[in-house]
T-cell receptor, first 108, second 116 residues
Framework: GQQVMQIPQYQHVQEGEDFTTYCNSSTTLSNIQWYKQRPGGHPVFLIQLVKSGEVKKQKRLTFQFGEAKKNSSLHITATQTTDVGTYFCAGNNNDMRFGAGTRLTVKP | GAGVSQSPSNKVTEKGKDVELRCDPISGHTALYWYRQSLGQGLEFLIYFQGNSAPDKSGLPSDRFSAERTGGSVSTLTIQRTQQEDSAVYLC??????????????FGSGTRLTVV
């Protein structure tokens, strides 16, 4: 079945440093979604990527979808303490499967 | 409703008892997922409902787990003869279309199940 791998599992950065999480699928995806889960909260939808090679930006967040539509990345520029949480990718190919998530902690 | 509602928010049950978890999705959302999340872990897919189609039950970990969705709206996840390893947060998510096509999923706040 479809497998979605996400790395790294944890990332600790100093406030102001950049952060990137990567997502890889064993199969070609129709689209990929990204979610953020704050500590103690539930996942909240951030964005969806559909097109091969697509790049989308939300303020300091940049999302990319690979040319083969099998990988994606989320990059945060100049992290802030409010960025703390776990970032999940979710790959869609008939159904939606989540990666294990990357837990980001930010030291002020 | 305004969001996805799950009940109860917390459930403590004795090993061997049956439990029922409820999910009330956003009105009009045709797609509904159940996921399980253990402490500090990722989201484990359990089951997917889309409209009137047969549900995708491929993620249910054992035959003790079952789920139904009545009238294309409310869904209940039933765990029979609960075991301690069933302890987790059970999350429900709904979306306007199938498999997140063009739409993100809205998650409920989850039911924290503790089996003692």
């Amino acid at each position: 079945g479809q497998q979605v791998m996400q790395i790294p599992q944890y990332q600790h950065v100093q406030e102001g440093e950049d952060f990137t999480t990567y997502c890889n699928s064993s199969t070609t995806l129709s689209n990929i979604q990204w979610y953020k889960q704050r500590p103690g909260g539930h996942p909240v939808f951030l964005i969806q990527l559909v097109k091969s090679g697509e790049v989308k930006k939300q303020k300091r967040l940049t999302f990319q979808f690979g040319e083969a539509k099998k990988n994606s990345s989320l990059h945060i520029t100049a992290t802030q303490t409010t960025d703390v949480g776990t970032y999940f990718c979710a790959g869609n190919n008939n159904d939606m499967r989540f990666g294990a998530g990357t837990r980001l902690t930010v030291k002020p | 409703g305004a969001g996805v509602s799950q009940s109860p928010s917390n459930k403590v049950t004795e090993k061997g008892k049956d439990v029922e978890l409820r999910c009330d999705p956003i009105s009009g959302h045709t797609a509904l997922y159940w996921y399980r999340q253990s402490l500090g872990q990722g989201l484990e897919f359990l089951i997917y409902f889309q409209g009137n189609s047969a549900p995708d039950k491929s993620g249910l970990p054992s035959d003790r787990f079952s789920a139904e969705r009545t009238g294309g709206s409310v869904s209940t996840l039933t765990i029979q003869r609960t075991q301690q390893e069933d302890s987790a947060v059970y999350l429900c998510a709904s979306s306007l279309a199938e498999a997140g096509e063009g739409y993100g999923y809205t998650f409920g706040s989850g039911t924290r199940l503790t089996v003692v």
